[in-house]
Protein backbone atom coordinates (compact mmCIF):
# COMPACT_ATOMS: atom_id res chain seq x y z
CA UNK A 1 0.00 0.00 0.00
CA UNK A 2 1.84 3.36 -1.28
CA UNK A 3 2.74 5.89 1.47
CA UNK A 4 2.28 8.96 -0.55
CA UNK A 5 0.13 10.85 -2.13
CA UNK A 6 -1.30 9.47 -5.13
CA UNK A 7 -0.05 12.07 -7.98
CA UNK A 8 -3.27 12.12 -9.84
CA UNK A 9 -4.46 14.53 -6.32
CA UNK A 10 -2.84 17.40 -7.25
CA UNK A 11 -3.36 19.69 -9.91
CA UNK A 12 -0.24 20.29 -11.55
CA UNK A 13 2.40 17.54 -11.58
CA UNK A 14 4.76 17.96 -8.89
CA UNK A 15 8.55 18.44 -8.87
CA UNK A 16 10.31 15.13 -9.36
CA UNK A 17 12.00 16.19 -5.65
CA UNK A 18 9.08 15.94 -3.86
CA UNK A 19 8.90 12.25 -4.96
CA UNK A 20 9.29 9.04 -3.11
CA UNK A 21 11.46 6.26 -4.76
CA UNK A 22 9.91 3.54 -2.77
CA UNK A 23 6.04 4.34 -3.74
CA UNK A 24 6.41 7.03 -6.49
CA UNK A 25 3.66 9.07 -4.56
CA UNK A 26 4.55 12.52 -3.28
CA UNK A 27 6.17 12.60 -0.26
CA UNK A 28 3.96 11.66 3.23
CA UNK A 29 5.53 12.36 6.38
CA UNK A 30 9.03 12.82 4.76
CA UNK A 31 12.25 11.39 6.58
CA UNK A 32 15.55 11.97 5.98
CA UNK A 33 18.43 9.17 5.74
CA UNK A 34 22.11 9.84 6.85
CA UNK A 35 22.79 9.55 3.30
CA UNK A 36 20.38 12.63 2.24
CA UNK A 37 17.60 10.60 0.64
CA UNK A 38 14.48 11.11 1.47
CA UNK A 39 11.26 8.50 1.77
CA UNK A 40 7.71 8.44 3.07
CA UNK A 41 7.99 7.17 6.64
CA UNK A 42 5.27 4.88 5.96
CA UNK A 43 7.35 3.71 3.25
CA UNK A 44 11.10 3.42 4.85
CA UNK A 45 9.92 1.81 7.79
CA UNK A 46 9.33 -1.55 6.86
CA UNK A 47 11.82 -1.28 4.04
CA UNK A 48 14.38 -1.00 7.06
CA UNK A 49 12.38 -3.88 9.07
CA UNK A 50 13.00 -6.48 6.23
CA UNK A 51 17.26 -4.94 5.27
CA UNK A 52 19.24 -1.87 6.81
CA UNK A 53 20.23 -0.24 3.94
CA UNK A 54 18.92 2.47 1.74
CA UNK A 55 17.09 1.78 -1.71
CA UNK A 56 18.54 4.33 -3.34
CA UNK A 57 22.26 3.92 -2.51
CA UNK A 58 22.42 0.89 -0.55
CA UNK A 59 24.19 2.14 2.53
CA UNK A 60 23.53 1.13 5.78
CA UNK A 61 21.61 3.13 7.86
CA UNK A 62 21.09 3.33 11.56
CA UNK A 63 17.34 4.54 12.58
CA UNK A 64 17.97 6.21 14.87
CA UNK A 65 20.11 8.76 12.70
CA UNK A 66 16.66 9.21 10.67
CA UNK A 67 15.05 12.71 10.78
CA UNK A 68 11.81 14.13 9.80
CA UNK A 69 11.74 16.55 7.29
CA UNK A 70 9.17 19.46 8.49
CA UNK A 71 10.44 21.88 5.97
CA UNK A 72 9.72 19.90 2.79
CA UNK A 73 6.96 18.83 4.85
CA UNK A 74 5.02 22.44 4.76
CA UNK A 75 6.19 23.16 1.19
CA UNK A 76 4.38 19.74 -0.39
CA UNK A 77 1.37 20.94 2.18
CA UNK A 78 0.92 24.50 -0.41
CA UNK A 79 0.40 22.36 -3.75
CA UNK A 80 -2.46 23.02 -4.91
CA UNK A 81 -4.64 19.96 -5.01
CA UNK A 82 -8.15 18.61 -6.27
CA UNK A 83 -11.17 17.71 -3.66
CA UNK A 84 -11.53 13.71 -3.05
CA UNK A 85 -14.50 13.90 -4.37
CA UNK A 86 -13.71 15.90 -7.81
CA UNK A 87 -15.13 12.41 -9.86
CA UNK A 88 -18.70 12.90 -8.31
CA UNK A 89 -18.60 17.15 -9.50
CA UNK A 90 -16.75 19.13 -6.60
CA UNK A 91 -14.54 21.40 -8.24
CA UNK A 92 -12.97 22.93 -5.43
CA UNK A 93 -9.36 23.10 -4.96
CA UNK A 94 -7.03 23.72 -1.93
CA UNK A 95 -4.02 23.59 -0.54
CA UNK A 96 -3.17 19.97 0.59
CA UNK A 97 -3.02 20.99 4.08
CA UNK A 98 -6.43 22.34 3.44
CA UNK A 99 -7.94 19.22 1.83
CA UNK A 100 -9.48 17.89 4.59
CA UNK A 101 -11.19 20.71 6.25
CA UNK A 102 -12.83 20.75 3.25
CA UNK A 103 -13.56 17.46 2.90
CA UNK A 104 -15.39 17.68 6.44
CA UNK A 105 -17.66 19.97 4.71
CA UNK A 106 -17.86 19.26 1.34
CA UNK A 107 -21.95 18.57 -0.10
CA UNK A 108 -20.17 15.50 -2.43
CA UNK A 109 -18.97 13.50 0.06
CA UNK A 110 -20.58 10.13 1.08
CA UNK A 111 -22.53 10.32 4.34
CA UNK A 112 -23.78 7.39 5.85
CA UNK A 113 -27.84 7.62 6.74
CA UNK A 114 -27.93 8.17 10.43
CA UNK A 115 -31.53 6.78 10.68
CA UNK A 116 -31.39 3.25 12.83
CA UNK A 117 -31.59 0.61 10.11
CA UNK A 118 -30.21 2.67 6.81
CA UNK A 119 -27.66 1.54 5.12
CA UNK A 120 -27.72 4.02 2.68
CA UNK A 121 -24.43 6.41 1.86
CA UNK A 122 -25.61 9.71 0.65
CA UNK A 123 -23.83 13.21 -0.31
CA UNK A 124 -23.52 15.46 1.99
CA UNK A 125 -26.13 18.21 0.51
CA UNK A 126 -28.59 15.69 -0.38
CA UNK A 127 -28.65 14.33 3.22
CA UNK A 128 -31.31 16.62 4.54
CA UNK A 129 -33.58 15.91 1.51
CA UNK A 130 -33.06 11.55 2.15
CA UNK A 131 -33.80 11.68 6.08
CA UNK A 132 -37.11 13.26 5.22
CA UNK A 133 -38.20 11.16 2.80
CA UNK A 134 -35.72 7.61 4.49
CA UNK A 135 -38.26 4.68 5.38
CA UNK A 136 -36.27 4.09 8.23
CA UNK A 137 -37.02 7.42 9.93
CA UNK A 138 -40.55 7.56 10.50
CA UNK A 139 -40.04 7.73 14.26
CA UNK A 140 -36.55 8.82 15.50
CA UNK A 141 -35.11 10.50 18.44
CA UNK A 142 -34.69 14.16 18.97
CA UNK A 143 -31.10 14.77 17.88
CA UNK A 144 -30.62 17.49 20.63
CA UNK A 145 -31.10 15.30 22.92
CA UNK A 146 -34.70 15.76 24.65
CA UNK A 147 -35.71 12.80 24.68
CA UNK A 148 -38.62 13.17 22.08
CA UNK A 149 -39.72 10.77 19.64
CA UNK A 150 -40.74 12.78 16.45
CA UNK A 151 -42.49 11.50 13.28
CA UNK A 152 -41.73 13.34 9.93
CA UNK A 153 -44.27 15.60 10.21
CA UNK A 154 -43.54 16.95 13.79
CA UNK A 155 -39.94 17.46 13.30
CA UNK A 156 -40.37 20.91 11.66
CA UNK A 157 -42.12 22.04 14.35
CA UNK A 158 -40.87 20.54 17.30
CA UNK A 159 -39.66 22.63 20.10
CA UNK A 160 -36.96 20.87 23.06
CA UNK A 161 -38.33 23.51 25.73
CA UNK A 162 -41.96 22.88 25.11
CA UNK A 163 -41.26 19.14 25.04
CA UNK A 164 -39.36 19.20 27.97
CA UNK A 165 -42.00 21.41 29.98
CA UNK A 166 -44.58 19.00 29.10
CA UNK A 167 -42.59 16.21 30.39
CA UNK A 168 -41.77 18.21 33.65
CA UNK A 169 -45.42 19.16 34.26
CA UNK A 170 -47.03 15.75 33.28
CA UNK A 171 -44.02 14.87 35.99
CA UNK A 172 -45.31 16.98 38.62
CA UNK A 173 -48.93 15.96 38.45
CA UNK A 174 -48.06 12.52 38.94
CA UNK A 175 -46.28 13.36 42.09
CA UNK A 176 -48.80 15.32 43.46
CA UNK A 177 -51.23 12.56 42.72
CA UNK A 178 -49.02 10.31 44.68
CA UNK A 179 -48.92 12.50 47.51
CA UNK A 180 -52.58 12.95 47.86
CA UNK A 181 -53.23 9.06 47.98
CA UNK A 182 -50.67 8.86 50.51
CA UNK A 183 -52.01 11.30 52.78
CA UNK A 184 -55.27 9.83 52.25
CA UNK A 185 -53.91 6.72 53.54
CA UNK A 186 -52.07 8.26 56.40
CA UNK A 187 -55.93 9.53 57.43
CA UNK A 188 -57.24 6.46 57.32
CA UNK A 189 -54.26 4.93 59.10
CA UNK A 190 -54.34 7.75 61.92
CA UNK A 191 -58.43 7.07 62.13
CA UNK A 192 -58.11 3.17 62.53
CA UNK A 193 -55.33 3.87 65.60
CA UNK A 194 -57.81 6.42 67.63
CA UNK A 195 -60.57 3.80 67.33
CA UNK A 196 -58.25 0.54 68.23
CA UNK A 197 -56.72 3.37 71.14
CA UNK A 198 -60.36 4.09 72.31
CA UNK A 199 -61.57 0.63 72.18
CA UNK A 200 -58.22 -0.27 74.48
CA UNK A 201 -59.29 2.40 76.72
CA UNK A 202 -62.68 1.02 77.27
CA UNK A 203 -61.47 -2.52 77.69
CA UNK A 204 -59.30 -1.33 80.05
CA UNK A 205 -62.08 0.26 82.57
CA UNK A 206 -64.36 -3.24 82.17
CA UNK A 207 -61.31 -4.70 83.29
CA UNK A 208 -60.78 -2.27 86.56
CA UNK A 209 -64.30 -2.65 87.33
CA UNK A 210 -64.25 -5.91 87.03
CA UNK A 211 -61.00 -6.52 89.51
CA UNK A 212 -62.98 -3.83 91.91
CA UNK A 213 -66.06 -6.62 92.10
CA UNK A 214 -64.02 -9.60 93.09
CA UNK A 215 -61.70 -7.75 95.50
CA UNK A 216 -65.16 -6.74 97.20
CA UNK A 217 -66.87 -9.53 97.61
CA UNK A 218 -65.11 -11.91 100.44
CA UNK A 219 -64.97 -8.59 102.40
CA UNK A 220 -68.59 -8.39 102.45
CA UNK A 221 -68.85 -12.31 103.17
CA UNK A 222 -66.48 -11.62 106.16
CA UNK A 223 -68.72 -8.80 107.58
CA UNK A 224 -71.85 -11.27 107.81
CA UNK A 225 -72.05 -13.33 110.88
CA UNK A 226 -72.44 -17.37 109.61
CA UNK A 227 -76.34 -18.43 110.16
CA UNK A 228 -76.59 -20.14 114.10
CA UNK A 229 -74.15 -18.23 115.80
CA UNK A 230 -76.45 -16.03 117.97
CA UNK A 231 -78.80 -19.48 118.73
CA UNK A 232 -75.83 -20.92 120.05
CA UNK A 233 -74.34 -17.88 122.07
CA UNK A 234 -77.75 -17.88 123.47
CA UNK A 235 -78.25 -21.57 123.69
CA UNK A 236 -74.67 -22.03 125.33
CA UNK A 237 -73.86 -22.29 129.40
CA UNK A 238 -74.38 -19.31 130.87
CA UNK A 239 -71.55 -18.20 132.52
CA UNK A 240 -71.93 -18.48 136.36
CA UNK A 241 -71.83 -16.01 139.16
CA UNK A 242 -70.33 -15.23 142.14
CA UNK A 243 -72.24 -15.39 145.59
CA UNK A 244 -73.44 -12.95 146.96
Known amino acids: MSGGYDL ?16 HGVLKRPMRLPCSHIFCKRCI ?46 LVTCPLA ?64 RELRKAWCQRQERSRTLVLCLLRRMRKVYRSANLIRRQLAQLGELLEEDDALLLGAPQEEAETPPEGSIGAEMGGPRAKLPCK
Open 8 to 23: NLFTSPPDCNFLCSVC
Open 45 to 90: LPWLARQKTCPCCRKEVKQKKMVHVNKLRKIIGRLEVKCKNAEAGC
Open 98 to 161: HRKGHQDSCPFELMACPNEGCTSRVPRGNLAEHRQNCQHGAHQRCPLGCGATLGPAERASHNCY
